[in-house]
Each structure stands twice: as structure tokens, then as C-alpha cells.
């Protein structure tokens, strides 16, 4: 396994923040509604952690630097876990575990169907995000995982419904995602791949030539 240490660390840090909304929920610092307001931040981690997995490739793609895609799989792990604990907060803060009141909810809101959809989708991909599935699959495999794209799409559906015409922060994850997305277009992909390995080479170049 590469960079374990980081790995670790990532792991860590990312772990440690739920635990802190929960300690601030406990201590009443989440304002009068602490269950909405954990509802919400774990649905934004998610959200985050799913635009930094997807940031992972053009990252690389920009850096020349392979090491990002050793972090990929862990971020978007995490971005699902995240989304689970979302549903958890909202089944047991917002409905009191009345699952009854769920099924209601899933047919009267819409938002909530779209968020059950968008759960779907990084479900799938958690599930074969292993080397077996990888193996098993083989082509297949990255064809699958090209559903990272809908999902996104579907969870920033989800958050403009949920804000509705407060779209500040969505706006912002929005045009985030457009950028990301944009970057997987194989022939702006190619280019962003063409210019960073030309800026690199001039780097060294320079250096060669202070150190020469
Ligand atoms: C069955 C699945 C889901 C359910 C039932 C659900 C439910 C909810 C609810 C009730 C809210 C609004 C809470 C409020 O009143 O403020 C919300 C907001 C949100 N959800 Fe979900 N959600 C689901 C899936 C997801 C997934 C998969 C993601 C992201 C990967 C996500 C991201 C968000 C975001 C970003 C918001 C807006 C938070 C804010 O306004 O600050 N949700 N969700």
C-alpha cells in the first residue's frame, strides 16, 4: 500500500470531523436545531468529499504527479459514508426513526426520492470500488464508475432543491463541479495534460540552469 501514513492521516482527520459536530451538537452549540444543522453538514462533507475524489484524476492529470490517485478510492469512500451518516441523522433528528414516515416522504417530496437516487449511485460505486470488482469487471469496470458523473449531477439537483433560492454555496460546489467535469473532456483533458508537462519542463529547465 502507498503512503500509508498519509493515508492514516487522512483517515483521521476525516473521521474526526463528525465526531466533532457530534461534541458540539451534545455541548448546544449548534443553535436551536442541532439535528437539522448536522442533517445539513453532513450532507455538504458529502457533497465536498465527492468533488475532492473527482478532483483526484485532473489533479494528477495537472501535477504529472501519480501519488493523488492513490487517495482517490479513500476520499470517495468517505464521501459515502458521509452521505449514510446523512441519512442516518435525517431518519433518527428530522423523522424520530418513524420509518413509516420515510416511505411518506419519499413519495410527497421529490428532493427526497433524488437524494435516495443520488445514495444509490454512490453506493454502487462503493461497492465495486475493490480490486476484486475491479478484476471481475475488467473493462466494464471504469464504464461503471462513469456514473460518478450522474450522481454528482444529482446530488447538486438534490442541494439547489433543498435551498431553493438561497443558491450561494451551491452555486459555488456548482461551478466546482462544472470545472471537474470539464476537465474530463478528453480533448481539454489532453490539453491541460500538454500545457503542464510543458510548464514542468521549462521548470526544470530553469533549474538546471541556476544550479549549472
Ligand atoms: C436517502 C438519501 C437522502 C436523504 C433522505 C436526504 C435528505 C436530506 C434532507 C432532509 C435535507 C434537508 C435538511 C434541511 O431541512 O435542511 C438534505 C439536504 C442536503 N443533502 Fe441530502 N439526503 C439524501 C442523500 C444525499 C446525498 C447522497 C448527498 C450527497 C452526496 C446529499 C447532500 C445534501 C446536501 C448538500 C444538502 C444541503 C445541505 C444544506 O442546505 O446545507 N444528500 N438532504
Same mark, same amino acid.
Given at each position: ?12 482527520? =476525516? ?5 466533532? %459536530? ?5 455541548? #448546544? ?5 442541532? &439535528?437539522?444543522?448536522? =442533517?445539513?453538514?453532513? &450532507? ?9 475524489? !473527482? ?9 504529472? %504527479?501519480? &501519488?493523488? @490517485? ?5 476520499? &470517495?469512500? %468517505? ?20 420509518? /413509516? ?11 427526497? #426520492?433524488?437524494?435516495? @437516487?443520488?445514495? !444509490? ?11 476484486? /470488482? ?12 462513469? @456514473? ?12 439547489? %432543491?433543498? =435551498? ?18 470539464? #476537465?474530463?473532456?478528453?480533448? @481539454?483533458?489532453?490539453?491541460? =495534460?500538454?500545457?503542464? #508537462? ?7 529547465? *530553469? *533549474? ?5
Amino acid at each position: 500500500m502507498r503512503y500509508p501514513w498519509w493515508r492514516l492521516l487522512l483517515f483521521c482527520c =476525516v473521521a474526526s470531523v463528525p465526531c466533532y %459536530w457530534l461534541y458540539l451538537a451534545a455541548a #448546544a452549540a449548534l443553535g436551536p436545531d442541532p &439535528g437539522k444543522v448536522l =442533517v445539513d453538514n453532513l &450532507g455538504q462533507g458529502a457533497l465536498f468529499l465527492l468533488l475532492c475524489s !473527482m478532483a483526484m484524476t485532473p489533479l494528477r492529470s495537472l501535477t504529472g %504527479w501519480s &501519488g493523488w @490517485i492513490a487517495f482517490r478510492r479513500q476520499i &470517495g469512500l %468517505w464521501a459515502f459514508g458521509y452521505a449514510s451518516l446523512h441519512l442516518a441523522a435525517y431518519l433518527y433528528f428530522l423523522l424520530g426513526l418513524e420509518f /413509516s414516515d420515510f416511505a411518506a416522504e419519499l413519495v410527497e417530496r421529490p428532493y427526497i #426520492a433524488v437524494g435516495a @437516487i443520488a445514495l !444509490m449511485g454512490l453506493l454502487t460505486l462503493a461497492m465495486t470500488s475493490t480490486r476484486w /470488482s475491479m478484476r471481475k469487471l475488467g473493462k466494464r469496470w471504469k464504464k461503471l464508475h462513469r @456514473i460518478v458523473y450522474p450522481t454528482l449531477l444529482v446530488v447538486l439537483l438534490h442541494m439547489l %432543491w433543498v =435551498v431553493r433560492s438561497d443558491v450561494g454555496q451551491w452555486s459555488l460546489y456548482a461551478t466546482v463541479a462544472a470545472i471537474l467535469l470539464a #476537465a474530463r473532456v478528453p480533448a @481539454i483533458e489532453r490539453r491541460l =495534460v500538454r500545457i503542464s #508537462a510543458k510548464w514542468r519542463d521549462e521548470q526544470t529547465a *530553469k *533549474k538546471a540552469e541556476n544550479n549549472g
